[in-house]
Nanobody, 123 residues
Framework: QVQLVESGGGLVQAGGSLRLSCASS????????MGWFRQAPGKEREFVAT????????HYADSVKGRFTISRDNAKNTGYLQMNSLKPEDTAVYYC????????????????WGRGTQVTVSS
């Protein structure tokens, strides 16, 4: 199994950028596809982006396409979410998650989760 810890959240003005990191420990990180999800207050957790184990397949939610970029460095056991042109509606707790090999967009497909990092975008 793998343990995940997110970092990099914070408060940013609309139009700004943040880069989230997801540090992995335990099992071999390259065995897993990685996903980012977010949950705003009063809303269900929603899919943001996913990347497969060798970084040649990615998929994004329509709401973040063109603004967010998912990546990973298997040598560092770390995944990333670069968020540009942030909007107030991006405000949420962001979670990274892992599943074996293939990408997926449903949170029920992911076995392992971090505790999340808060992202707040002010208008």
């Amino acid at each position: 199994q793998v343990q995940l810890v997110e970092s990099g959240g914070g408060l940013v003005q609309a139009g700004g950028s943040l880069r989230l990191s997801c540090a992995s420990s335990g099992d071999t990180f390259s065995n897993y596809a990685m996903g980012w999800f977010r949950q705003a207050p009063g809303k269900e957790r929603e899919f943001v982006a996913t990347i497969n184990w060798k970084s040649d397949r990615t998929h994004y939610a329509d709401s973040v396409k063109g603004r967010f970029t998912i990546s990973r460095d298997n040598a560092k056991n770390t995944g990333y979410l670069q968020m540009n042109s942030l909007k107030p509606e991006d405000t949420a707790v962001y979670y990274c998650a892992a599943r074996y090999f293939r990408i997926a967009t449903a949170n029920t497909d992911y076995m392992y989760w971090g505790r999340g990092t808060q992202v707040t975008v002010s208008s």
